[in-house]
């Protein structure tokens, strides 16, 4: 036994490679008896952590001499938890100390409500580093604020008493409790398996315990003092791996001379013994002629994350093509980790990731997300259509049936552009009716599960635990639970909840939708999710994770100053309190970085370190303690160990068989069974402007689904003008019988009456009817003007068809229909019919300008005179000029019928063309392409222009 009375013996064995194959032959050598007799099961092996334990093992296993019973493997965390002590009370989960905590910051309101559950979660692992480091704090306030003065170094200030008087009375609510928690359970655990082990028989349990650095850097006060005791009645063997400076090996040494180790007292008195960097680097060289680090490190800086991604998969690529088969990709870099994880599984390479990703990431997360921003936002549209499409929502319906009417929903909800509202989209669904019966049912039906999901978590306040059995009630009314409990990170959400609501059973704290909506938030964010189905000789893992585990290569991802750095240690307490309270410092965490990079480099015989050097065009800058190794490498060997990048990996080769043939532009033919029999003006415009947008959108019926607008936009502003309008006439067909004051104050009417559901929805939307109420005395001027010239409203919105015969075409019919919607028609008086001569009038929100600029290639307007067959004037009326104008097509009634019908013809002839086989080609002009969704489709901007073209 190698321990006394008052400190623990542990044994430094050399860091290498072989650390855990030297392990084993000393534990051989500690149990040779056992050894001899074949039977190790007696032993009791701890190790830092369960990889380590099982690589151990395995070491264990080569260096055998004969067939041997193992020992029984563990960390000691575990060991302890498993023990049975019936006198030792369960400890308070963190859940509940965080609501308790939680309840005592609101209770004395020193802080704003959101930021009360981030306070509360600092505090319990504050509360946890003093446990653990068996501090406590003292008995009254002034006592702890006389503590912080002197390790502050100021007089009694009004932010230093804050302090001193949150971390206190925090610390005595929780003492309050009568409950400790599980740190200090864990304590008393410790103490009570000493004391049983002291008490047990006298057969001999032999104790071998590997740590990851000296007893004095990583056991804590209880666990040193509980093998103390161990060792007292039990053989104890501890070993780890020796230090840098106590290593003489050449690799070591140089890690030595780079990061230099200063004692603890010279720390304390702020003087420092380290010798210059220029002076170890020469001392360096001297004692090796040799870098041991060539070949073994590499520092390659990449321009930005997917070039080091790239570089990333080429390096890994290259190891697996030398034959390695255990490579270890450490993740600093979390966002590049998952690039370059993607760009394997592209190249069926899996990984095995052992850091997870946080359960707020999975499509179980975002599933209950959607389900509770659409209860926080009152049922708005994205919110309830990312619920609706989700994988795990309306599970006992039929897939096909579902996704239809979904489909059937957002396309309702786009095309009336209802922004929010279950009871609006309820009502656009209804009046939709384009829709097939059965999706529209359907779809009701899911409206109608959704608010009665909603209704459930539209609640009083209530503890946590009635908030988490309402999610799942809704969760099943919605027909989630049974899917999210059969999906790998939906069984990891839900068996957290389950887990939550048996921890606070017994907290009564009343929490409103908001604070536990918060509290689920914070949950799910903490909570990782692993998928440990993947078994793969590339893993996945944090940096402190592979400390004594034998990777053949090793690639850190994100060696940077901001990546590669010590993390923060809390929001309370600076680094000379944290020192007084013999509390862990930055100096021990930038210590245990170091030695992580230590054992790494040790351990592993080819590491590779990436980092992007360049980020939002600022320099990124090296980790600190590899730009020393690098400095020091290169004033010691001529070398920084910076290497360029590898080749990227090329494409795998194309298969020629399967291989799409080169195309050239998109110019389809159309079958004829595929040829619409109704055209709309719209669609036949597209015809005109570019065949093959007709084809794309009428033919194949693509598009792109409208957009809901978030805020008043021209075309929305133009569609309400042309309701105000219409109710207007609709009232009052004959503006001569009004009044000037009249007239305006019914048309005033109006625009209140249309734009006021707009305004409620959106304020802003004031701004386009003020907008619209400065024109308004000039509509009513152009109007009086329209009517002396004995013109008379008649009637608006006008649906007008007509069938055009084809001559020899092929189709079954021999015809095609062009329907439209005329905005207004007015006759020659106030008793004309609609065989009468009539004025065709289109409402523009635009400039006169604007349209007559365009009114050369105008067909809309000759079109409708086609469809109405007795128009003998056709003109747009610009409303958005200080003078309300008729921008008419054309100013003899000859001139316009040659118009309408050269349209007719036109169309006649091209549908002609189509069913005869003729191509579709894209061949838009540049400004019609310019707002086109199908540009990337028809591949006009990849391939020179050719095809047919259509006749004219």
């Known amino acids: 036994m190698q321990q006394n009375a008052e400190r623990l013996i542990s044994t430094a064995l050399p860091a290498g490679e072989a650390f855990l194959d030297t ?62 002590f019936s006198a030792i009370p369960e400890p308070m989960p963190d859940s509940e100390r965080i609501v308790l905590l939680r309840e005592a910051l609101r209770e004395r309101g020193w802080f704003d409500e959101s930021a009360l559950w981030g306070i509360a979660s600092e505090m319990t692992r504050l509360f946890d580093e003093l446990t653990t480091a068996a501090l406590t704090l003292p008995d009254d306030q002034a006592g702890l604020l006389r503590q912080l003065q002197r390790a502050y170094a100021q007089h009694v200030s009004a932010p230093l008493a804050f302090e001193a008087r949150v971390v206190h009375e925090l610390w005595r609510a929780q003492a309050s409790a009568g409950r400790p928690d599980t740190t200090a359970v864990y304590r008393m655990r410790l103490a009570a398996l000493a004391k049983q082990v002291a008490l047990a028989n006298a057969s001999s349990h032999p104790l071998l315990v590997l740590l990851k650095a000296a007893p ?40 030595a001379a780079a990061w230099p180790e200063e004692s603890h007292e010279s720390a304390l008195r702020g003087s420092s013994s380290v010798t210059p960097l220029f002076d170890r ?31 990333a998969v080429a390096q890994i690529g290259a190891w697996l093509e030398a034959g390695k088969r255990r490579i270890v990709l450490i993740s600093q870099d979390r966002l590049t980790a998952r690039r370059v994880r993607a760009l394997l599984e592209r190249e069926n390479v899996l990984v095995s990731d052992e850091t997870g990703w946080k359960l707020s990431t999975s499509r179980a997360a975002a599933a209950v997300d959607a389900l509770i921003e659409t209860v926080a936002g009152g049922a708005y549209h994205r919110d309830l259509l990312d619920l609706c499409k989700s994988p795990f929502v309306f599970s006992d319906c039929d897939v096909g049936m579902r996704k239809a009417a979904v489909f059937t929903l957002e396309t309702a909800i786009r095309t009336a552009s209802v922004k929010s509202g279950l009871s609006r989209f309820r009502r656009c669904l209804i009046e939709n009716n384009d829709a097939r019966a059965a999706a529209k049912e359907l779809g009701l039906g899911l409206l109608d599960r959704v608010e009665a999901a909603a209704t459930l978590l539209l609640a009083r306040p209530a503890p946590l635990v009635r908030w988490i059995a309402r999610l799942l009630k809704a969760l099943e009314a919605l027909g989630a639970l049974e899917p999210l409990r059969q999906d790998a990170a ?77 993390t923060a240690d809390g929001l309370f307490f600076n680094q000379s309190v944290r020192r007084e309270l013999g509390l862990r410092t930055r100096d021990d965490v930038e210590r245990d970085l170091r030695r992580n990079l230590e054992m790494l480099l040790a351990t592993v015989p080819q590491v590779t370190v990436t980092w992007q050097s360049e980020q939002d065009g600022e320099a990124n800058l090296l980790a600190p303690d590899l730009a020393l190794l690098s400095t020091l490498h290169r004033l010691a060997w001529q070398d920084d160990l910076l290497r360029p990048p590898l080749p990227v990996r090329g494409d795998p080769a194309v298969d020629q068989a399967t291989a799409p043939r080169n195309s050239g532009m998109a110019a389809p033919v159309v079958p004829p069974e595929l040829i619409p029999h109704r055209v709309s003006v719209s669609a036949y415009a597209s015809l005109v402007a570019c065949p093959y947008l007709f084809f794309a959108r009428h033919v194949l019926k693509l598009g792109e689904m409208d957009e809901v607008s978030e805020a008043m936009a021209k075309r929305d502003y133009g569609a309400l003008v042309h309701r105000v309008l219409e109710r207007f006439h609709e009232r009052h067909p004959v503006l001569a019988e009004l009044a000037e004051d009249q007239a305006l104050t019914a048309m005033q009417d109006c625009v209140a009456e249309v734009f006021a559901p707009a305004v409620d929805d959106d304020f802003l939307v004031t701004g386009w009817r003020l907008r619209w109420e400065k024109r308004l005395v000039a509509y009513l001027d152009w109007q009086r003007d329209q009517e002396a010239q004995g013109w008379h409203w008649s009637q608006a919105e006008t649906r007008v068809s007509r069938i055009l015969a084809l001559d020899d075409a092929g189709c079954t019919d021999g015809r095609i229909e062009l329907y439209g919607r005329i905005d207004r028609i007015d006759l020659g008086n106030p008793g004309a019919t609609n065989t009468d001569r009539a004025f065709l009038l289109d409402y523009k929100t635009q400039a006169a300008k604007t349209i007559r600029d365009r009114l050369q290639d105008d067909i809309q307007l000759p079109t409708y005179v086609l469809l109405h067959g007795h128009a003998v004037k056709a003109a747009y009326v610009a409303l958005d000029d200080e003078r309300v104008l008729a921008v008419a097509a054309g100013d003899e009634e000859a001139a316009l019928m040659a118009a309408a019908d050269a349209q007719g013809q036109r169309l006649q002839t091209v549908v002609a063309s189509i069913y005869a086989g003729a191509r579709l080609p894209a061949q838009g002009v540049d400004n019609v392409c310019q707002w086109c969704e199908m540009r990337g489709l028809c591949r006009r901007d990849y391939v020179p222009v050719s095809g047919a073209a259509i006749p004219e």
């Not at 949950?523 to 793969?536: G, L, P, Q, R």
Request: charged share 20%; aromatic share 8%; net charge negative.
């Open 490 to 566: 939906g069984k990891v959400l839900i068996d957290l909840l389950e887990l939550r609501r048996q921890e606070l059973e017994d907290s009564a704290v009343l929490f409103a939708f908001a604070a536990w909506r918060d509290w689920l938030n914070r949950e799910f964010e903490s909570t990782n999710f692993c998928d440990d189905s993947i078994s793969s000789p590339i893993v996945l893992t944090p940096l402190n994770a592979i400390r004594m585990r034998g990777f053949e290569a090793a690639l850190l991802l994100g060696g940077d100053a901001r990546q590669l750095a010590p």
């Open 23 to 84: 392990l084993a032959i000393a534990l051989f050598a500690c149990c040779a008896e056992a050894v001899d007799s074949g039977d190790l099961s007696s032993v009791r092996v701890l190790a830092p952590s369960l990889p380590v334990a099982s690589e151990l093992r395995s070491a264990i296993l080569r260096a055998a001499p004969r067939p041997l019973l193992l020992p029984r493997f563990d960390t000691l965390a575990r060991w302890v938890g498993s023990a049975s």
């Open 281 to 311: 680097a020469i001392e360096l060289a001297t004692k090796c002629t040799e870098s041991p680090l060539i070949g073994r490190l590499q520092l390659v800086p990449a321009t930005g994350r997917e070039q080091e991604a790239a570089f």
């Open 216 to 255: 004095e850097e990583s056991l804590d006060p209880a666990e040193h003092d509980f093998l103390l005791r161990y060792g007292q009645v039990q053989p104890l063997f501890v070993f780890h791996p020796a230090p840098r400076s106590a290593c003489a090996s050449p690799l070591m040494a140089t890690l």
